[in-house]
């Protein structure tokens, strides 16, 4: 898995940055990419990246502000235009499929793949399948604003040939039924256990990414001994007035939280047009001394995860 950062500032487009979105790709997990968020100009920015748009499966946004919806569109539509034919969902808050569907309606954009939509109605669970479950939990912005975990399952062992041809059971068919567990019989009349056979499972890696936010307490939860959190800091230390007022977060609280949740490892994003590349490093610095694993996005940094 990585992350492509495709906007990374807050509120409006900068030169050096733009407004939020995030690809996890997922090639090698399942041949698919999510998208977090869009921005107006997202579909520009994937242009100088190697993002399909059509390996696009799912697409959540964390809320329904214009810097992380105003792409939406735009990007649905070319999707179809560019031969994209998968399905996509788009999961988010009330009123997403409203002014999708208003927007692809008004325009007369006809697509060529299923468009469904999953508005979020209860905290918890939202997606699940044999490879990954997605949680949810409503964050404290200025609406309504989510963080999401995507936990990947844990993958299962290996089969063990090395201990399997020293127990002198041969490769054959019978592999296979061994491999998901199962108990056979050999022709030799020994019954032999697959899961006596199989390694240590490799345990899958938790991600959080959140939504616009003040510091609260989902923000822990939802990062809860993740492997990396993508939290917003919109201002920096000493602005934490500010920062309550218009509803952010800072660099310094992006890293309590990290703290808090016991998280390996910290991206810090949607940063405010105030601040030059040059102010980045005392950015990631002052975040960096109360959790040391900090980093900061850039519009096309690459994560791998
Ligand atoms: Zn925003
Ligand atoms: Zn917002």
């Given at each position: ?7 990374t500032g807050a509120?409006?487009?900068a030169k050096q940055r ?215 800091a919109t201002f920096q230390k000493g602005q ?10 800072t660099t ?16 810090l994003t949607?940063i405010s047009s105030r601040f030059t590349m040059d102010d980045e490093i005392e950015l990631v610095n002052e975040a960096k ?5 900090t980093e900061l996005a850039r519009d096309f940094s690459?994560?791998?995860?």
């Amino acid at each position: 898995m990585e992350f492509v950062f495709l906007g990374t500032g807050a509120g409006i487009p900068a030169k050096q940055r733009n407004v939020s979105s995030l690809i996890l790709q997922m090639n090698e997990e399942r041949g698919a990419s999510w998208m977090f968020d869009c921005g107006e100009a997202t579909q520009h920015q994937i242009l100088r990246t190697p993002v399909k748009t059509r390996k696009i499966e799912k697409i959540f946004i964390t809320h329904l502000h214009g810097d992380h919806i105003y792409g939406l569109p735009g990007l649905l539509g070319s999707r179809s235009f560019q031969g994209g034919t998968e399905p996509l969902t788009i999961y988010g808050p009330i009123g997403i499929k409203e002014y999708v569907e208003t927007s692809l309606r008004l325009s007369q954009t006809h697509l060529k793949y299923d468009l469904s939509f999953v508005e979020i109605v209860e905290d918890g669970l939202l997606f699940e399948d044999e490879t990954f479950r997605v949680e949810v939990l409503p964050l404290d912005h200025a609406i309504l604003s989510y963080g999401y975990r995507i936990v990947e399952k844990d993958k299962p062992g290996e089969l063990r040939a090395d201990l399997l041809k020293e127990a002198g059971i041969p490769p054959g068919p019978l592999y296979s039924k061994l491999k998901k567990g199962e108990t056979v019989q050999l022709e030799d009349g020994r019954i032999i256990n697959g899961r006596d056979y199989i390694g240590t499972p490799k345990p899958g890696r938790v991600i959080a990414i959140l939504g616009d936010t003040r510091p609260c307490e989902n923000t822990v939860n939802l990062a809860l001994h993740a492997e990396c959190i993508v939290h917003e800091a919109t201002f920096q230390k000493g602005q934490e007035e500010m920062a309550t007022d218009y509803f952010h977060s800072t660099t310094i609280q992006a890293a309590e939280c990290a703290v808090k949740a016991g998280a390996k490892r910290l991206i810090l994003t949607h940063i405010s047009s105030r601040f030059t590349m040059d102010d980045e490093i005392e950015l990631v610095n002052e975040a960096k001394a109360v959790f040391a694993n900090t980093e900061l996005a850039r519009d096309f940094s690459v994560f791998k995860l």
